[in-house]
């Protein structure tokens, strides 16, 4: 069966500061990767989506950006966060071939920046 | 743009009492819909989808569609405590190629015991 997993779960950093988030997905091949962030009692807005290796699509410009560097793997990256990048953030999957085409999302990374 | 509309709440209804979610969308050629659960600082669960006209049951939960009004619901029967979430209405990229999908802001339901 296919899982995904991010990390880490909970983080807490200063203004200023770098980020990396992790996701990986297992049990299935070429799914199409997405990150979200959902700020507190808000909505989920897409920041990247990633049809393949190296194929990496925004949709909110900012200061994040995300790295697919194999079939599986989708990073979320910044190199100075900001206070408003403080939230929910969620990795998520969907398979290209699937009749219903439904998304699947991982547990969420929660950061907090200070 | 497509755009997916729900009330926020809360909703609040008793135990055993039959809780309705209602959701409309934008693009009149979205084709399927999907009801994700979301516990409060946990991350969705999809519940149910749909993509006919009608009604679709799956034990205490049935979705409802009616495409010509661009309305999609989900009712909760004998609605328990652990119901209490937000629960998000999405419409897919009609070709599920990477695009995105659309999610509604949610509404949050409060089943008091």
């Known amino acids: 069966s296919q899982t995904i997993h991010q990390w880490p779960a909970t983080l807490v950093q200063p203004v200023g500061s770098p980020l990396s988030l992790e996701c990986t997905v297992e049990g299935t091949s070429n799914p199409n990767l997405y990150w979200y962030r959902q700020a507190a009692g808000r909505g989920l807005q897409l920041l990247f989506y990633?049809?393949?290796?190296?194929?990496i699509s925004s949709e909110v410009p900012q200061n994040l950006s995300a790295s697919r560097p194999q079939d599986r793997q989708f990073i979320l990256s910044s190199k100075k966060l900001l206070l408003s990048d403080s939230g929910f953030y969620l990795c998520?999957?969907?398979?290209?071939?699937?009749?219903?085409?439904?998304?699947?999302f991982g547990e969420g990374s929660r950061l907090t920046v200070l | 743009q497509k755009e997916v509309e729900q009330n926020s709440g809360p909703l609040s209804v008793p135990e055993g009492a039959i809780a309705s979610l209602n959701c409309t969308y934008s693009?009149?050629?979205?084709?399927?819909f999907f009801w994700y659960r979301q516990y409060s600082g946990k991350s969705p669960e999809l519940i149910m989808f749909?993509?006919?006209?009608g009604d679709k049951e799956d034990g205490r939960f049935t979705a409802q569609l009616n495409k010509a009004s661009q309305y999609v619901s989900l009712l909760i029967r004998d609605s328990q405590p652990s119901d209490s979430a937000t629960y998000l209405c999405?419409?897919?990229?009609?070709?599920?190629?990477?695009?995105?999908?659309?999610f509604g802001p949610g509404t949050r339901l409060s089943v008091l015991p």
């Open positions: 998520a999957w969907s398979v290209e071939t699937s009749d219903t085409g439904e998304l699947f």
């Open positions: 749909i993509y006919s006209n």
């Open positions: 693009d009149r050629g979205s084709q399927s």
């Open positions: 999405a419409v897919p990229p009609r070709d599920n190629y990477g695009q995105n999908f659309v």
């Open positions: 990633s049809v393949g290796i190296g194929q």
